[in-house]
């Protein structure tokens, strides 16, 4: 599956953005699919996954302000991230998998080329 991720911007914290991950090819609605991030220089971290039936799971630091939904027929995922932090600031990486998915990078098999989300104090 190819996936392509874009939505990110600057925005003042306490603000709002949604991203978007548009995936393609073949059988895309059956893919686990998840949002990463990657600070500048910091390791990639997982933020938020949903399966292909609609359960999420969301790491610690974004519970309560970020929501992942994806819709099927459009196979797309988003993330809509509320109530941001300077320390939310990354590139935002979209990823693809067949299995289960977890936290490691390794666990995720296709990515998006990334899109920078900044947030100003």
């Known amino acids: 599956v190819q996936l392509q991720a874009f939505g990110g911007g600057l925005v003042q914290a306490g603000g709002s953005l949604r991203l978007s991950c548009a995936a393609s090819?073949?059988?895309?609605?059956?893919?686990?699919m998840a949002w990463f991030r990657q600070a500048p220089g910091k390791e990639r971290e997982f933020v938020a996954r949903i399966t292909w039936t609609g359960t999420t799971y969301y790491t610690n630091h974004v519970k309560g302000r970020f929501t992942i939904s994806r819709d099927n027929a459009k196979n797309t995922m988003y993330l809509q991230m509320n109530n941001l932090k300077p320390e939310d600031t990354a590139v935002y990486y979209c990823?693809?998998?067949?299995?289960?998915?977890?936290?490691?990078?390794?666990?995720?098999?296709?990515w998006g080329q990334g899109t920078l989300v900044t947030v100003s104090s």
């Open positions: 090819g073949r059988t895309s609605s059956m893919y686990t």
């Open positions: 990823a693809a998998t067949m299995g289960a998915g977890g936290a490691y990078s390794t666990d995720w098999g296709s």
